[in-house]
């Protein structure tokens, strides 16, 4: 059993890992965690003892098998609980983070079961992240920054980088979510901002900050 606070860590560490692959640093961990390096450092002792995570000093942290296995349920779960909130409750896709990030550490195999069942067996969340299914297992999309294509390209929104309130609100305003279509109109190279056209029938020019944090695949 994991409490809370040991649930948000190996959740943590396996995102900063990029799904487990490489080490963190623990002043990354801290950032992320918002806390003390003192604090990381007694959390992931306690977790090494539980075995789920693996430290090298001056090397830092990645989970182990075990530790991916329990970051996976708990993503798997706060993905179906945003699911619930935006497609049954009618919630907003900027609204459900927090309010998920209190759901998804139940503990009932069944109910998360159950609500994967009623929900369709959905394969993505609100924002375009892959729900992992019961056995962890889950299917990725080649994905790349809007701001990285070439004038001309045409493209389809799969995720999002950045998931805050302030920048789901503005792709709200100007009308871009997952799935939207886009194509590449123009650069500029004064600011970095782009042209683009949206669904074929609207034109508007976002930030370069923006067109980073908007992920896509080519069509």
Same mark, same amino acid.
């Given at each position: 059993m994991f409490s809370f606070a040991e649930e948000n860590y190996l959740k943590a560490i396996y995102h900063l890992s990029e799904n487990g692959h490489h080490r963190v640093n623990t002043n990354a961990l801290a950032d992320e965690m918002q806390t003390t390096a003192a604090s990381v450092s007694d959390m992931i002792g306690k977790l090494s003892k539980k075995?789920?995570?693996?430290?090298?000093?001056y090397r830092g942290v990645k989970v182990s098998d075990k530790g991916k296995e329990v970051a996976l349920k708990v993503i798997r779960k706060h993905r179906l609980w945003e699911v619930f909130l935006v497609d049954k409750l009618k919630f907003h896709w900027d609204e459900v983070h927090e309010i998920a990030e209190q759901l *998804?550490?139940?503990?009932? %195999?069944?109910?998360?079961?159950?609500?994967? *069942?009623?929900?369709?067996? %959905?394969?993505?969340?609100?924002h375009g992240d892959p729900i992992p299914d019961e056995n962890g297992v889950f299917t990725t999309v080649k994905k790349i920054q809007l701001s990285m294509l070439d004038i001309g390209t045409p493209c389809q929104v799969v995720t999002v980088n950045d998931s805050g309130n302030s920048f789901l609100k503005y792709l709200d305003k100007v009308g871009i979510?997952?799935?939207?279509?886009?194509?590449i109109d123009d650069k500029n190279d004064f600011d970095g901002s782009i042209d683009i056209t949206i669904n074929q029938n609207k034109s508007i020019t976002i930030s370069q900050t923006a067109a980073e944090n908007i992920l896509v695949t080519n069509l």
């Open positions: 075995k789920v995570v693996d430290y090298q000093k *998804e550490h139940i503990k009932s %195999p069944l109910l998360i079961s159950r609500l994967d *069942e009623f929900l369709g067996f %959905p394969k993505h969340d609100p979510t997952i799935g939207t279509k886009i194509s």
